[in-house]
């Protein structure tokens, strides 16, 4: 087995109060540390680690960093002890269990002891143990009582053939220089102390830095001392020396306080949990002594600085961080491509070249991919609440989007059927007979739960970026939206609404899976039900004018009533679900997106999310009139009808006060602030509508 080199984690150890190992966490971690490129792992590496956990919980880490690493990269066991008895059982009891096992050991730890001592110390070690347990020292005379491996000793030690590299924690120059004479492709030098890498890597002729490495704590993060190296080995000077500047600044960020290990490892470990927060439980008692353990030793300016590196590094690649379908389930870059290996229609498309996300939307997960011919997003529907879990909506949605399913079809119901019953397969658009509205292809479409256990789907990524984000964006930069741009913008989307809304059907269907059924209950029924349990459930949250509600719905019931027609309703229809693209004067509407929530109802439900999302907040007589005016080429827009969108909406209103009441009983206290903020509003919109 070759020397070890390149960049060694120092890998941080999870354990509970009972000193036991953390499997999850561990393992988390490990897989984590090999995604930001650590070409081996140091576990047990301080001695408060290696000499607190006993002999069966340390076997037990290295069962997992086993199987994560699949015996691709190599592992150290870090050792401490003062008589070389001890030492020597640890390796033999260890290594008996694991191949291709390595060690990295100190001298003496307690007392100073001659330099003679010291040769014989690790002598009796070298001669002792099985030849095929690499053995690497670790040079660090402050942390181990001024115990020191000059270069004389190590001229000694080095006759023996497994031992096999030098731990350096470059506290004498000099000295250091004069290791670095015994590199080679069997002996490997590494930098023990990440803050001297770069002075340490310009030391070494460049021809022998092949044989050097660096045994970092960082990389329980990030990639930064992966990139390090490289510099090194290609003699990028100049990079070479702004990350590590880089590098130092982001370790006083997060350590707290340079050179205190106990602080480190808490600011490493907070930053590793804060990093993956989303997908770490605190539902068991080992999970919450965790979490208590490392804030209790954080002060809160302390997280937040932390916090926001961690974003930093996100943001600036220097982390990668495992992608997510679920808080179960972690895939790494090559996971993710050989699960999808086998899928024709995406083998097609070349190989991928990176993945970005992930990007949390409601009750889905999405990744960005960019194969070699084109960008895709893929959509997982990971939530276990969503009505979205049994069906791929486009599925059904897009043959009517370009007419190949008539809605007035006397075997529809079959032909719906068929399709719900097809559980993989794709539908691409035809250029000769393209969709009403603009919609990406469905690329790839999988229900079985088989590849991964969700649905997902597969489809065309559009270009832009959420027509909120746009007009955000000019109030932030000040910029007029009061131009000919919006108006023509708002007056598309009058226009595609009113395309959307040509696809008619003779029932109502608030299940699309119950398209083309009889239906046994009618429309004012079905829409009766509705209201009273949203207003049972308002009562229960103290809304104390409900009756207040139920007279305006009895002076309005007529328009209800008088409901014949019945439209395709995206259902979900606001700015966030809107892509545009501004350019050149002109912003194109590129594609309307999310039809999970798509159904068979009243045209009027369509406008309710953009007119309390976009047109009430924007407050300009213009912008209605454009979008209106656009809709009225389809169908007359009286003021019948805009009661009509004041009923639906106030169903809806009560729908959302229900919802935030729920969640704010669950809520922390900033979370209380912001919810408190949203249920006044509701409120005051159901207010202003029935009075």
């Not at 080995?233 to 590098?247: F, P, R, T």
């Not at 049972?536 to 309005?556: E, G, L, T």
């Amino acid at each position: 087995m070759p020397p070890i080199n390149g960049v060694i984690c120092n890998t941080l150890t999870f354990y509970d109060q009972d000193l036991k190992i953390m499997d999850y966490f561990n393992s988390l971690l490990l897989r984590h540390i090999l995604t930001n490129d650590a070409n081996s792992l140091l576990l047990f590496g301080n001695i408060d680690e290696s000499n607190l956990l006993t002999e069966t919980e340390k076997i037990k880490l290295i069962e997992i960093a086993t199987n994560i690493t699949e015996s691709k990269i190599p592992l150290l066991v870090g050792i401490f002890g003062n008589e070389p008895e001890g030492v020597i059982d640890q390796i033999e009891s260890i290594g008996k269990k694991f191949e291709n096992l390595s060690f990295m050991i100190s001298p003496p730890i307690s007392e100073k002891q001659p330099e003679d001592v010291i040769i014989s110390f690790f002598e009796n070690i070298l001669s002792s143990i099985n030849p095929n347990n690499q053995i690497y020292l670790i040079n660090n005379p402050l942390d181990f009582s001024r115990n020191e491996i000059d270069p004389e000793s190590l001229k000694k030690l080095i006759e023996f053939t497994n031992l096999k590299g030098l731990n350096d924690a470059f506290y004498n120059i000099k000295k250091c220089k004069s290791y670095i004479q015994f590199l080679n492709n069997n002996f490997s030098i590494f930098c023990g102390l990440e803050e001297y890498a770069q002075s340490f890597f310009q030391l070494v002729p460049l021809n022998q830095r092949k044989y050097t490495g660096i045994v970092s704590n960082i990389s329980n993060l990030g990639n930064m001392c992966s990139k390090l190296y490289k510099y090194a080995l290609d003699d990028n000077i100049l990079e070479l020396l702004q990350l590590h500047e880089q590098i130092n600044d982001i370790r006083n960020k997060i350590y707290q306080v340079k050179g205190n290990q106990i602080r480190e490892k808490i600011g490493l470990k907070y930053a590793f949990l804060h990093l993956y927060k989303d997908f770490l439980s605190r539902s068991t008692n080992s999970a919450n002594y965790l979490n208590d353990q490392i804030e209790s030793q954080i002060n809160s300016i302390s997280k937040e600085r932390i916090e926001a590196t961690v974003h930093y590094l996100l943001n600036q690649k220097l982390i990668f961080q495992l992608y997510f379908i679920s808080k179960k389930d972690l895939y790494q870059f090559d996971d993710i491509i050989d699960t999808f290996s086998k899928i024709e229609v995406l083998v097609k498309q070349g190989k991928v070249k990176k993945i970005k996300g992930p990007f949390i939307i409601d009750a889905n997960t999405l990744y960005r991919v960019n194969f070699e011919k084109k960008q895709l997003v893929f959509r997982f529907h990971t939530s276990p609440y969503s009505q979205s879990d049994n069906l791929v909506k486009e599925k059904l949605l897009y043959p009517f989007l370009d007419n190949s399913l008539d809605p007035n079809d006397i075997s529809l119901r079959n032909k719906v059927k068929d399709i719900i019953n097809l559980r993989t397969g794709s539908y691409i658009f035809n250029r000769e007979n393209p969709p009403i509205i603009p919609v990406s292809n469905l690329i790839f479409f999988d229900e079985t739960k088989e590849t991964v256990p969700y649905l997902f789907s597969v489809q065309d990524y559009i270009r832009g970026k959420p027509l909120f984000q746009l007009i955000n964006q000019y109030v932030n930069e000040g910029k007029n939206l009061n131009i000919k741009k919006f108006f023509d913008l708002f007056n598309n989307l009058g226009d595609h609404l009113g395309n959307l809304h040509e696809v008619g059907f003779n029932n109502f269907f608030t299940n699309i899976n119950n398209i083309g059924k009889s239906s046994k209950i009618s429309y004012i029924e079905r829409f009766e039900n509705e209201l009273e349990a949203k207003i049972q459930v308002a009562r229960k949250n103290n809304i104390d004018f409900v009756d207040d509600i139920k007279h305006f719905i009895k002076d309005n019931k007529s328009l209800i009533e008088d409901e014949r027609e019945f439209v395709l309703l995206h259902n979900d229809f606001k700015s966030q679900n809107i892509i545009v693209k501004d350019d050149l004067g002109v912003i194109k509407i590129n594609g309307i997106v999310d039809f999970d929530n798509w159904c068979v109802g009243s045209r009027a439900k369509d406008f309710i999310k953009i007119d309390y999302w976009i047109l009430k907040p924007l407050n300009n007589p213009s912008f209605y009139n454009s979008f209106y005016n656009a809709y009225s080429k389809f169908y007359k827009i009286d003021t019948e009808f805009k009661k009509k969108i004041d009923i639906y909406k106030l169903l809806w209103l009560l729908d959302e006060y229900n919802l935030e009441t729920e969640l704010l009983k669950k809520s922390n206290h900033m979370d209380i602030i912001k919810k408190s903020s949203s249920l006044e509003g509701y409120i005051f919109e159901i207010k202003a509508i029935i009075q």
